[in-house]
């Protein structure tokens, strides 16, 4: 009676085997909307895949991932080609996908705006980081394709306009799988010439074609190069990250050999514009010189120099007499004051002069001796003493003072008891 049981997991089983073994299911291709994407770290996409009215689990392994040029977003509407089957763990059938493209847009285009969005957001982009090109470059480099219509047009460009220029060309893939490192190593080798100006491109052609110009490592290739990048790829209306990135964008290899160095005609017709602009300024300047010597010229004082000589000899007179009078009248003060000392008693009769300083002298000596406490001693009286200061008295000492009591003869120590 068991027998006609089977297990879920043999029925599921049986199911994917169906399925597995369905032609029709072996390549199927879905359009639908992206929800619940999921990129996991190991490369693989997880997103359910829906319409108005159903949904489908799906799943694109890294080996699928590595070759698109977008990375999908929910709300994008794709184009999926893949294989169905059912994951035996749920029971769920889904679509392994092999490759997705965008619905209506094309995958190329959304690389190209993701990594445009991606790169300017860092700045990449910005005035700021631009690098002036030069006027009149020496050396001039080229990144593109050692054959084809640009580096010819490049090189025939550039030397019509300004044959002094030395070329070097960096050949390079500008177009394939490949092509991308090879630019990189190009621009790299580039930057170590000491080059003016480096050139960057390739000729016209499809949006798969100039593919290279829209990878991000060649764009940061021209970003980190020291030498001021043209980027010149395709045609006027072709844009590319490179054109972004560069110092100058040009529309095509043409246009970018002519913004690389001037027209020998135009740098002459400069050159003498300068001549003319100088020599003008030159006679300028020695019209209003010789308009300021003729003024210096025409000035009395050149006409009759003597007149500054007469007006200096004035001045120079007056001061003399001035000085002269001075000195005369010092002189005769000086006469007075020496006679009127010599007339002085001090020196008409010194003598009488200090026998009178000496009897003054004499009686303040007198007045001394009488005033002077040395006398007061002398008389039997004592003039005691505390710490130096004399004692007036005797509420200025009290029990236990050391003082000093001086005599005619000497003096002594005591404690006041």
């Known amino acids: 009676m068991n027998d006609k049981y089977i297990t879920v997991t043999q029925l599921t089983r049986y199911i994917k085997y169906k399925i597995d073994n369905d032609m029709n299911l072996n390549e199927v291709f879905l359009k639908g909307e992206i929800s619940n994407f999921k990129a996991h770290t190991r490369g693989h996409f997880y997103f359910t895949l829906k319409d108005e009215n159903a949904r489908i689990n799906a799943i694109m392994f890294s080996s699928n991932t590595r070759s698109m040029k977008f990375t999908p977003q929910d709300g994008m509407k794709v184009l999926v080609r893949g294989k169905i089957s059912v994951f035996e763990s749920t029971g769920a059938y889904q679509i392994y996908v092999e490759e997705m493209l965008e619905d209506g847009i094309g995958n190329l285009y959304i690389a190209f705006e993701q990594l445009k ?74 930057d170590e010439f000491g080059l003016d100006t480096l050139i960057v491109g390739r000729g016209g052609g499809s949006i798969e074609d100039l593919w290279a110009f829209n990878e991000e490592i060649v764009a940061r290739a021209i970003f980190a190069c020291k030498t001021p990048v043209i980027s010149a790829v395709g045609h006027e209306i072709d844009f590319t990250i490179a054109d972004f990135v560069a110092d100058l964008r040009a529309p095509t290899p043409t246009g970018a050999a002519e913004m690389a160095v001037p027209q020998f005609s135009d740098v002459e017709n400069y050159l003498n514009q300068i001549k003319i602009r100088l020599n003008n300024i030159i006679l300028h300047q020695i019209k209003m010189n010789r308009r300021k010597l003729n003024d210096i010229q025409s000035r009395n004082i050149f006409k009759n120099p003597i007149v500054l000589y007469q007006a200096k000899e004035m001045i120079f007179s007056t001061i003399l007499d001035r000085l002269r009078f001075s000195i005369t009248n010092l002189v005769s003060k000086k006469e007075k004051e020496l006679i009127n000392l010599k007339s002085s008693y001090v020196l008409q009769k010194p003598y009488q002069l200090l026998d009178k300083k000496s009897n003054k002298y004499l009686q303040l000596l007198s007045k001394l001796e009488t005033l002077s406490p040395l006398l007061t001693l002398q008389r039997g009286y004592t003039m005691t003493k505390k710490e130096g200061q004399v004692v007036s008295s005797c509420k200025k000492i009290k029990k236990g003072d050391l003082i000093n009591i001086e005599f005619k003869d000497g003096n002594i120590d005591a404690e006041v008891i």
């Open 117 to 190: 969005k991606k790169l300017q957001e860092e700045g990449l982009f910005d005035p700021l980081h631009k690098k002036k090109i030069s006027k009149i470059p020496n050396r001039v480099g080229v990144v593109t394709a050692p054959t084809g219509a640009a580096i010819k047009d490049i090189i025939s460009t550039i030397k019509r306009r300004w044959p002094l220029t030395e070329i070097y060309l960096f050949p390079a893939l500008v177009q394939g799988e490949e092509a991308k490192e090879d630019i990189v190593k190009q621009i790299k080798r580039a």
